[in-house]
């Protein structure tokens, strides 16, 4: 199981360091629209509506 689990991470390892270089700048453009969300990093269900009650 340990060598398992350990092939599959290098595995994913190894796709990722064959990331080109346009699907790094779409996951950086995703990141960037994220950020621009008002709720991003939020607990949605902490954020109350405009007269007072939670969602």
């Known amino acids: 199981m340990e060598i398992t689990v350990y092939s599959i ?3 994913k390892a ?3 360091n064959q990331l080109d270089e346009l699907a790094v700048a779409r996951m950086n453009k995703s990141i960037d629209i994220l950020k621009g969300n008002p709720f991003y990093g939020k607990d949605i269900k902490k954020i109350e509506r405009g007269v007072g009650e939670k969602i």
């Open 9 to 11: 991470h290098l595995q």
């Open 14 to 16: 190894n796709e990722f």
